[in-house]
């Protein structure tokens, strides 16, 4: 089993900046990828970003490309999401997931919670207009 938790959530103004933390912990080993999703009030789940643990390979919802960096330190298991330029409609529960899903497939496959077994119990972010 995998464990995650994330950091770093809060309030900030329009355009302002935060960047999430995300630990993990247990079978780290087992690790192919990991994304971010969120969630805002009476919406879906809905994909952020992801990244492959053991390469360099990105993927990103459009609305936020441009905006918003994921990275890693998978030498001590944590993964962030840098956020700048933040909108109100960036308001959300955001999520760190892991996924052991195979090594082969590259970062867009993993898009769908479906993909991911491990889950952080989420860190909130609202963007005050």
């Known amino acids: 089993q995998v464990q995650l938790v994330e950091s770093g959530g809060g309030l900030v103004q329009t355009g302002g900046s935060l960047r999430l933390s995300c630990q993990a912990s247990?079978?780290?080993?087992?690790?192919?990828?990991m994304g971010w999703f969120r969630q805002a009030p009476g919406k879906e789940l809905e994909f952020v970003a992801s990244?492959?643990?053991?390469?360099?390979?990105?993927y990103y919802l459009d609305s936020v490309k441009g905006r918003f960096t994921i990275s890693k330190n998978n030498a001590k298991n944590w993964l962030y999401l840098q956020m700048d330029n933040l909108q109100p409609e960036d308001t959300a529960v955001y999520y760190c997931?892991?996924?052991?899903?195979?090594?082969?497939?590259?970062?867009?496959?993993?898009?769908?919670?479906?993909?991911?077994?491990?889950w952080g119990q989420g860190t909130q972010v609202t963007v005050s207009s």
């Open positions: 997931a892991a996924s052991s899903e195979a090594q082969t497939y590259s970062a867009s496959y993993f898009n769908t919670r479906s993909r991911y077994s491990a």
């Open positions: 247990g079978r780290t080993f087992t690790i192919t990828t």
């Open positions: 990244i492959k643990w053991t390469r360099n390979n990105e």
